[in-house]
């Protein structure tokens, strides 16, 4: 089934609220908007300045501080 545009805007809105807060998430997309965002160019640009060791040490830090507590099928 396909998502719809007013459903993936309003999980996104209550993620970043959740994060950030409403004041730091209305300036997050503010920001976005307003520098033209390239996510793909920005990721590109962060995981090439790191190690998989790293990555791997920062992906397990916030699984730690993050825990999931969904019903997801662990494997």
């Not at 993936?8 to 209550?14: A, C, L, V």
């Not at 920005?42 to 507590?69: G, H, L, N």
Request: proline share 3%.
């Amino acid at each position: 089934m396909m998502t719809s545009t007013a459903e993936i805007m309003n999980r996104g809105m209550k993620c970043l609220t959740e994060q950030l807060g409403i004041l730091e998430a209305e300036e997050f997309i503010s920001v976005i908007i307003r520098e033209k965002f390239d996510y793909t160019k920005w990721q590109r640009e962060y995981f090439d300045t790191k190690t998989p060791e790293e990555i791997s040490a920062e992906a397990s830090c916030f699984e730690r501080m993050q825990p999931f507590v969904g019903d997801a099928v662990r494997l």
